[in-house]
């Protein structure tokens, strides 16, 4: 299916590896121009060699509103127009909420949810002006938390519900607001977490799969990540607003 992409522009946060990476090559493999960002200069030259030389990158920190409206603007510049937001910047933070900390809470929320409504309310004009779309990358926590699962589970939680408010906002102005709520799937924070067992990967990655009891028996590939986000940006998917879609392989314990 041609996702009708091409000569588009799409901005990712936490775009320098892992799933936001893996998304910014699809993107560019169906024709769109893509600006990526995030906070170390070393993955984002190892992420600008894997893009090429028409994807723009530049280092910032989203929990920073000078530098991502640095990177929201630069981005415009160059190409002139904006057609997609993804908030893509996270991390993984779960502990019991006994044993946590207000700065790990306020941290947590000034990533996940402050970073996401600023960038959206920076994009809005532009996506406005192209009928656009935002993607906001979420947990499966969000609507199943479990214990010692905070503070990420409740900065994901409030993802989801600024998903739906903003899809009910911008839809008046024909911009899509969606969230993609992740289970299980590869990405840099779990090959790093691999290293620290002194596991093989795919070793690591079959071990965690069976000890979640992930239904379709094994962990997501961070190609499936891109090819249900590029979709849910696209055109194809014009009808699509307001909805938090689980790529879990089944583990959520609900719908």
Not at 34 to 55: F, I, K, M, Q, Y
Not at 66 to 85: K, P, S, T
Request: proline fraction near 4%; glycine fraction near 12%.
């Amino acid at each position: 299916m041609d996702l009708d992409l091409a000569g588009r522009a799409y901005l990712v946060t936490g775009g320098t590896d892992g799933l936001g990476l893996a998304l910014a090559q699809r993107l560019i493999a169906e024709g769109a121009r893509v600006a990526v960002c995030g906070r170390s200069p070393e993955r984002l030259a190892a992420a600008r060699r894997v893009l090429g030389d028409d994807a723009l990158g530049v280092v910032a920190d989203v929990t920073v509103a000078g530098e991502l409206d640095a990177f929201v603007d630069e981005a415009i510049e160059i190409f002139g127009r904006l057609d997609g937001v993804v908030s893509n910047a996270g991390r993984s933070a779960g502990v019991p909420v006994a044993g946590s900390t207000d700065e790990q809470w306020r941290d947590d929320f000034e990533l996940k949810v402050v970073a996401a409504a600023h960038l959206a309310r920076r994009c809005e004009g532009a996506l406005r002006a192209t009928r656009g779309s935002i993607v906001n990358v979420l947990a499966i926590s969000a609507r199943a938390p479990g214990a010692g699962s905070t503070p990420t589970s409740a900065s994901r939680a409030a993802g989801l519900a600024l998903t739906k408010a903003l899809a009910n906002e911008l839809a008046p102005h024909g911009v899509r607001v969606n969230a993609v709520l992740i289970g299980m799937i590869e990405s840099g924070q779990w090959a790093r977490r691999a290293e620290t067992t002194g596991e093989p990967l795919d070793t690591f990655y079959r071990r965690v799969a069976a000890e979640a009891r992930i239904p379709l028996g094994r962990v997501g590939r961070a190609e499936e990540f891109a090819d249900l986000v590029s979709f849910v940006l696209s055109p194809r998917a014009s009808y699509v607003t307001g909805v938090g879609i689980n790529l879990d392989g089944g583990l959520a314990p609900g719908i």
